[in-house]
């Protein structure tokens, strides 16, 4: 709701909006569910798998369906909060995944759940990035959307911690079903107050077409590409269905280069990578991703193989790189008001680098502690950080109509990292395990740290080129100003 202008609030003045802050809330809340929602069934996989009779294996399809719908849809899903608005998408996509929760919950079959789990990853795709234009519009950029990104930055960091922390419980006390149930007050208070408190984001004028031909080839690709790399550590890196699958991926993104290149109103307008901070913050966001999400996978199985931890206590140990992350992302989004990106950028993926240097001295007789302790503390303070700089980076400079679209972006380069950062890190660890005793498996484990290492000091390298040019090109600048004064 605008309020009325006067002679001192300049027609052209824009006047932060009062609900903004209520309305973050609600983002965050349904953010925080979409992000649970793909972790939380990974513990009760066993149960599922019992009571539905899953054939052997196919029980993985339970996350994986999810995976794929999320990852593969997540461009077409921003591109809708242009063309239809992103309040109105963002509603509907909550209530699709409400119902989508429920009918997994009620699933009476193997069949039924896998496909209402590809519902939830349709509406999740349709949630995510709407959610975030929403936020694009409801914050300037400047110091307060840097400050509400480092908080949902921070709330989904917590939520993949709080997926293992809340999944065990739940499921041994009320059942498998209720990991779903649970989702439905959220989405209820979401639903109800939405209207009232979220901002109409800007629609693209004149005629709206969704590019139907873009749509399907990138997220054909997409799914191809995360599907491979997801597969590739069961089946083999040089087998024929992950070179099928990555030859796949490659000729339908060329397919799509092509085809958008030639349409008069393309799913993704091509001139949006000419954008230096669009391109870096992107290429920085695959290589954060790739290091989390393999970090994490690594500590998860030396925490409950080797340590011998239950889940809930591997969950209750992970907490202080989620706490961390939450309190990194907070500083980091305050100090990139000050320092710019870059160098935040810089600082975190040298805490990353950092953290995992000290997991890779890990020991087949270590302890909480002794070996993972200090390693998570440091590695979860560049978790935030990291997240915070290469988001505001990919979004900086984006045209309000297209705030969707960038943030789909955003969110499938974060997806595939994922896929291939767990993908490369596990495979990495197989490799190195020269046999079935904890030692070896020791060994294996420190192979995945130096692995996930590898990439944070990739990201460093990448942060510190984002510098250089952001520094080139403001000599360019103050050249040109210099030239045009004389």
């Not at 609030?9 to 209520?22: F, G, I, K, L, N």
């Not at 979409?34 to 294996?57: C, H, K, R, Y």
């Not at 596990?426 to 294996?444: E, K, L, M, Q, Y």
Request: aromatic letters at 8%; hydrophobic letters at 55%; glycine letters at 12%.
């Amino acid at each position: 709701m605008s309020r009325p202008t006067t002679l001192l609030t300049p027609p052209t003045e824009a006047v932060p909006d009062p609900r903004r802050w209520r309305a973050l809330a609600l983002l965050v809340a349904a953010f925080f569910m979409v992000i649970v929602d793909s972790q939380i069934v990974m513990l009760a996989m066993p149960a599922i798998e019992t009571e539905l009779g899953f054939a052997p294996g196919g029980v993985q399809w339970v996350m994986s369906a999810y995976l794929l719908a999320f990852g593969g849809l997540l461009m077409f899903g921003g591109r809708t909060a242009d063309l239809l608005g992103g309040r109105r998408m963002f509603l509907i996509g909550t209530a699709l995944f409400g119902v989508a929760s429920v009918l997994c919950g009620l699933a009476w079959s193997d069949e039924v759940l896998i496909t209402a789990r590809v519902l939830q990853g349709v509406a999740a795709a349709v949630m995510t990035p709407t959610a975030m234009a929403v936020l694009m519009h409801s914050f300037a950029e400047g110091p307060e959307r840097n400050k509400a990104l480092g908080i949902w930055t921070g709330v989904g960091a917590f939520g993949a911690t709080a997926a293992l922390l809340i999944g065990g419980p739940i499921t041994d006390g009320l059942g498998w079903e209720w990991i779903f149930f649970i989702n439905v007050p959220v989405v209820a208070v979401v639903l109800l107050f939405g209207p009232g408190l979220l901002v109409r984001t800007p629609v693209r004028a004149g005629k709206r077409r969704f590019d139907p031909a873009g749509a399907v080839t990138i997220t054909a690709a997409i799914g191809a590409l995360v599907y491979a790399v997801s597969e590739a550590p069961l089946v083999g890196w040089g087998s024929g269905r992950t070179i099928g699958m990555l030859v796949a991926a490659a000729v339908l993104l060329v397919l799509f280069t092509l085809i958008e290149a030639r349409s008069a109103d393309p799913l993704v307008p091509l001139r949006i990578f000419r954008s230096p901070s669009v391109v870096g913050g992107n290429v920085l966001m695959i290589i954060v991703a790739m290091t989390v999400y393999g970090g994490a996978l690594i500590t998860s199985l030396y925490a409950q193989q080797v340590l011998g931890y239950s889940a809930v206590k591997f969950g209750l140990s992970t907490a202080v790189y989620a706490i961390m992350s939450i309190i990194g992302a907070n500083v980091s989004a305050r100090l990139v008001a000050r320092i710019g990106y870059q160098p935040v950028a810089i600082i975190g993926m040298a805490l990353l680098f950092g953290g995992l240097l000290l997991l890779t001295q890990i020991d087949a007789d270590g302890g909480y502690w002794s070996d993972l302790f200090f390693g998570l503390v440091i590695f979860g303070s560049g978790i935030g950080t990291t997240n915070v700089a290469a988001s505001i980076a990919s979004l900086t400079g984006a045209r309000p109509e297209e705030s969707g679209l960038v943030s789909g972006i955003n969110n499938a380069v974060f997806q595939i990292g994922a896929a291939l950062g767990i993908a490369v890190a596990s495979s990495v660890a197989f490799a190195f395990t020269p046999g079935p005793g904890v030692a070896d498996r020791t060994d294996g484990f420190q192979a995945g740290f130096a692995a996930t290492a590898i990439f944070a000091a990739v990201g460093l390298l990448t942060a510190l080129l984002l510098l250089l040019t952001r520094r080139a090109n403001t000599a360019v600048v103050d050249e040109r100003q210099v030239s045009a004064g004389h």
